[in-house]
């Protein structure tokens, strides 16, 4: 069930000149949230940003009443969000959308690429909790461009792929050496630009195992009313905001 609240603006932390990790606070309960969730943010004091910022939730701290978003300033909102003063308070609708399927007992690969990383942490500390054996593939850019990795470590074997070879191996994700020879993993999570993504499910396609995508369509609303979001599915069209972000690649119209 999706809730309407005000947090405050508790800590920022840069990770470079356009990426952020925006953490908020509350004074009361954090609603559960699941892998894959994202939030609605209204941007505060900014009369010419009119519709929320729809941000997958990066991680929850119950404990410490804490919700947590990786953010890429690419526009006037996300922008905003990032130069807020500590204490702003900024009203959220969370949590929306649906969430990864948890598997147990598999060897799964978790594909990033860009702000895709974003619903990760969640999801390997979920997997991890059900004996899964977790391997994270990270592509960007640049070294400059990969981050989390600290995190992400906790949780599993991670590869890195830049395409200028500043880091990792060299080339897109999709060019990395985990896919050749034999290839251990039952499941395949993806995140990321469409490009990069049509090709994972494709390559899961081949080698006969399930993969889930989660969707970067825009999303005005996050409740299905205006749908800007809609993907075509082989059940038809529907809204990404509503029936994914998540979604079984095998049901994509790629």
Request: hydrophobic letters at 35%; charged letters at 20%; one cysteine or more.
């Amino acid at each position: 069930m999706k809730h309407v609240q005000d947090f405050k603006v508790k800590h920022y932390q840069l990770l470079n000149a356009d990426n952020y990790i925006l953490t908020l606070s509350s004074d009361t309960v954090i609603e559960a949230t699941e892998p894959g969730n994202f939030a609605e943010i209204k941007v505060p004091d900014t009369p010419d940003v009119f519709l929320r910022r729809p941000i997958s939730i990066l991680n929850v701290n119950h404990e410490a009443k804490t919700i947590s978003f990786y953010i890429k300033a690419i526009g006037k909102g996300t922008t905003k969000l990032g130069k807020l003063p500590i204490g702003s308070v900024v009203n959220i609708v969370y949590p929306l959308g649906n969430s990864f399927s948890i598997s147990k007992r598999k060897n799964v690969l978790i594909v990033g690429g860009g702000s895709g990383i974003a619903p990760f942490i969640m999801l390997a500390s979920k997997l991890k909790k059900e004996n899964n054996n977790v391997t994270f593939l990270i592509g960007a850019r640049t070294g400059d461009d990969v981050f989390l990795t600290e995190e992400f470590s906790k949780y599993g074997d991670i590869h890195i792929t830049t395409e200028d070879g500043s880091l990792g191996e060299k080339g897109l994700v999709t060019q990395h050496s985990v896919f050749s020879g034999d290839f251990p993993f039952d499941h395949i999570y993806t995140c990321g630009p469409d490009p990069m993504m049509k090709a994972i499910a494709s390559i899961a396609t081949k080698k006969r195992i399930s993969c889930e995508a989660s969707l970067e369509n825009m999303m005005a609303c996050g409740i299905g009313a205006c749908l800007c979001c809609v993907t075509p599915t082989v059940n038809g069209n529907q809204c990404v905001c509503t029936e994914g972000p998540v979604f079984n690649t095998k049901d994509l119209q790629w």
